[in-house]
């Protein structure tokens, strides 16, 4: 059966358009249920993000993430999205084994996940592997700035590219990214001032997380924004909701029902 015609999910194409346009909503999503939510809360992209190690998995970073896990999990938000462009990220030294590997291993995303795209942190000399990305026909969203799989070479979760020379070097690694084909550049935790520097740099989107106002799009983690137990509360997310506190009440009310007999009641029950 022809799937011409068929894909009502945004492309790579459409978000690279909305360069400069209306601002993009990008979340991250792990499972069937979320990708509903984020789909029709007008998400433009999702984001099978490696915090899947933190928020789900309960790690302290992301290095513990697997290729298996990331296709599983994209396997599940796919179900779930008719709207947005569904990315997946690349975990930990899946994209830095050489050309060959990287395409592997990205084109397992797509093919048994379902993702359209995938996302990369920048690595030096990583405009490689983006293009040879690019020309196979994987759409590659770079990552800037605290690029957390490098945590203990970076030392820490702190702001990046204070200096003069740490800015210039990432203007330089987002120039290399667009050049390669990258369709956009999600920048975290670095300053307003050299987010905006960026932005009005290169002519694909950036999307920013603890970047400030002025990039093309914002990201947050789905358990960070909506105060889950296991989400973060740091200075650069705002949270929307306090889910532990309203789901804790919830199931604390079904236990009290459940010791009390209130629950279940007739309704719930069978002749
Ligand atoms: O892994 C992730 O969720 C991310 C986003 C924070 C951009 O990389």
């Given at each position: ?215 093309d799009g914002q990201v947050l983690v789905f358990h ?6 296991s989400g973060v509360n740091a200075r650069h997310v705002?949270?929307y909701l306090n889910a532990t506190e309203l789901l ?24």
């Amino acid at each position: 059966m022809s799937t011409v015609g068929k894909q009502k999910r945004l492309t790579a194409v459409d978000i690279r358009k909305r360069k400069g346009g209306e601002k993009l909503v990008c979340l991250t999503a792990y499972d069937y249920s979320s990708a509903l939510l984020c789909d029709a809360a007008g998400a433009d992209l999702v984001l099978v993000g490696d915090s899947l190690g933190n928020v789900v998995q309960g790690h302290d970073t992301t290095i513990p993430v697997t290729l298996d896990q990331i296709v599983y999990h994209t396997s599940l938000v796919s179900r779930g999205l008719n709207h947005a462009l569904l990315v997946s990220d690349l975990p930990f030294l899946t994209f830095s084994l050489g050309e060959a590997e990287t395409l592997r291993n990205a084109g397992r995303c797509l093919v048994e996940g379902g993702a359209q795209a995938v996302k990369l942190e920048w690595q030096p000399g990583g405009e490689k592997v983006v293009r040879a990305l690019y020309n196979a026909g994987i759409p590659v969203m770079g990552h800037l700035g605290l690029t957390p799989q490098a945590i203990h070479r970076l030392g820490g979760f702190r702001v990046q590219g204070r200096s003069e020379e740490q800015a210039a070097a990432m203007l330089d690694e987002a120039k290399k990214l667009e050049d390669a084909g990258a369709f956009s550049i999600v920048l975290e935790l670095i300053p307003r001032t050299l987010a905006q520097r960026i932005t009005e740099a290169i002519s694909i989107p950036t999307i920013g997380i603890g970047a400030g106002a002025h990039t093309d799009g914002q990201v947050l983690v789905f358990h960070d924004l909506l105060g889950f137990p296991s989400g973060v509360n740091a200075r650069h997310v705002k949270q929307y909701l306090n889910a532990t506190e309203l789901l804790t009440d919830a199931l604390k009310l079904f236990a009290d029902e459940t010791h009390s007999g209130d629950f279940p009641g007739e309704e719930h029950g069978f002749k």
